[in-house]
């Protein structure tokens, strides 16, 4: 498996019982080039902001729950096709998110 994207966008902020979180949506995704297809993990999830505490992961009930989409790619297609998979989440992600706060649509 060939490693194609890891990436993580930050959507805003939040206010929790944690302190305040970023709302993040990441994706990983991965190329088998002899089967030719592109596996892509997709997550959402708050993450603390306080630089003086160890940084904590969470989830919410309203997040998006773990997505892994599999799509059958030529090696030249992998990037692109990753980074349109991750675009279509950080939308569904946003949607679902409650209002956020330094939120850029």
């Known amino acids: 498996m060939k490693r194609v994207l ?25 190329y088998d080039e002899s089967a030719g297809r592109l596996v892509v993990e997709l997550r959402s999830f708050f993450r603390t902001t306080n630089l003086r505490v160890k940084e904590r992961q969470f989830s919410a009930d309203w997040a998006p729950q773990r997505e892994t989409v599999t799509e059958s790619v030529g090696p030249n297609e992998t990037v692109e096709v990753a980074r349109d998979i991750f675009h279509r989440w950080v939308r569904k992600v946003r949607q679902a998110a409650p209002p956020l706060h330094g939120h850029t649509p």
């Open 6 to 30: 890891d990436t993580t966008e930050v959507l805003g902020w939040v206010e929790t019982p944690h302190g305040n979180c970023e709302v993040c949506a990441s994706a990983e995704a991965n």
